[in-house]
Nanobody, 118 residues
Framework: QVQLVESGGDLVQPGGSLRLSCAASGIMFTIYTMGWYRQAPGKQREWVSTITMGGTATYAESVTGRFTISRDNANNTLYLQMNSLKPEDTAVYYC????????????WGQGTQVTVSS
């Protein structure tokens, strides 16, 4: 059974930092491209960042320079370090694992709430 469990969401003041984690089980973590997405109230889910099995990271323009994605393959864990947080970063953050072998396999976590407010 595949499980992606996010943690680390919290209420933080503007300018603050948070570190999100996503613990994966039931998949061969090392071959998956891992990503973070977010969904703000009343908006569609949007892509935040992706890291490939080889460690190549890409970011949405809105978070470039503030967020850092990383992965610990030994512990099957994905991270998102978020600095200089803004109120517009407020959203539920979701972890995604995806791999295409013969078909695309994609899995989602349940999400963790990040609220940036003074």
């Amino acid at each position: 059974q595949v499980q992606l469990v996010e943690s680390g969401g919290d209420l933080v003041q503007p300018g603050g930092s948070l570190r999100l984690s996503c613990a994966a089980s039931g998949i061969m973590f090392t071959i998956y491209t891992m990503g973070w997405y977010r969904q703000a109230p009343g908006k569609q889910r949007e892509w935040v960042s992706t890291i490939t099995m080889g460690g190549t990271a890409t970011y949405a323009e809105s978070v470039t320079g503030r967020f850092t994605i990383s992965r610990d393959n030994a512990n099957n864990t994905l991270y998102l370090q978020m600095n200089s947080l803004k109120p517009e970063d407020t959203a539920v953050y979701y972890c995604n694992a995806a791999v295409k072998i013969t078909t695309l396999r994609s899995y989602w976590g349940q999400g963790t709430q990040v609220t940036v407010s003074s």
